[in-house]
């Protein structure tokens, strides 16, 4: 997988990212766990400390949090989001429902080892955040509750 500039959240003034939009991301959330009659427990906005938004949900008596990036369209799954840890899983179901809005990453993808390759296109405050929190995961770098 390439990494993107600003896919940590971190970017220099003059190469800004683009931004996700958290109220569709909501809007689709709240359509697609009603039509699986889940519930939706809370929503998280992307903050200061992390780059993505968070949507903890229970369905078919499962609980578990749908997360998008906050710069791209990257969609994962995850059964525990804390700082430092995210437990990505597969939720086939949803992710059939959520591929036409978002790249829905599977576990085997976010836990890919972090491999930096020169076609990576971050940008060197991701790399000294990089440095810094010595991820060891591709999820850990687009999922990240890095200050």
Not at 61 to 72: G, P, Q, S, T, V
Request: aromatic share 14%; with cysteine; charged share 20%.
């Amino acid at each position: 997988m390439i990494l993107l500039n600003g896919i940590t959240g971190f970017y220099e003034k003059q190469n800004v990212p683009p931004n996700t939009d958290g109220m569709q991301f909501k809007k689709l959330c709240f359509s697609i766990i009603n039509q699986n009659k889940g519930t939706i427990l809370n929503f998280r906005e992307s903050q200061v400390a992390t780059n993505f938004f968070a949507m903890e949900v229970k369905v078919s008596n499962k609980y578990f949090y749908i997360l998008l990036n906050a710069h791209y369209p990257f969609l994962a799954f995850a059964s525990a989001v804390n700082f430092g840890e995210i437990n990505f899983l597969d939720v086939p179901q949803l992710k059939e429902e959520f591929s036409p809005f978002y790249i829905v990453l599977s576990t085997s993808e976010l836990n890919e080892p972090l491999i930096l390759k020169s076609e990576n296109k971050l940008n060197s405050a991701e790399l000294k955040q990089i440095a810094y929190w010595k991820p060891n995961r591709i999820g850990e770098v687009l999922f990240n509750h890095w200050d």
